[in-house]
C-alpha cells in the first residue's frame, strides 16, 4: 500500500471516531484499519501484552506512517478549525 493511500486510510478513520466519540486516539485509527483487534486492544490495556504494537497485524514501519499521517490529519484539522 503506498503512503497516499494510507494517509486516505487513516483520515477516514480519524474521521469516523471524531464523529462517533469527539475525540481521536491512534488506537481509534488501528481499529478503524483493522490493524487491531479489540481483543488486542483489551490484552494490552489489561497488561497481558506489554507492547501494543505485539498485538497491531502491521510492522512497525507501517505503524509509524499511520501515526505520523493521523498526525498530520490533527495538524490539518487545527488549521482548519
Known sequence: MNDRR????????AEAALS???FV???DVLLGLGW?????????RQGRMPYLE???TANLSKLSTAVCALEAWRADAAVRG
Not at 487491531?36 to 494490552?44: K, R, V
Request: charged share 30%; proline share 4%.
Open 36 to 44: 487491531l483487534q479489540p481483543s488486542g486492544e483489551q490484552a494490552w
Open 6 to 13: 494510507l494517509e486516505e486510510r487513516v483520515r477516514t478513520a
Open 20 to 22: 462517533e466519540r469527539g
Open 54 to 56: 505485539r498485538v497491531a
Open 25 to 27: 486516539t491512534a488506537i
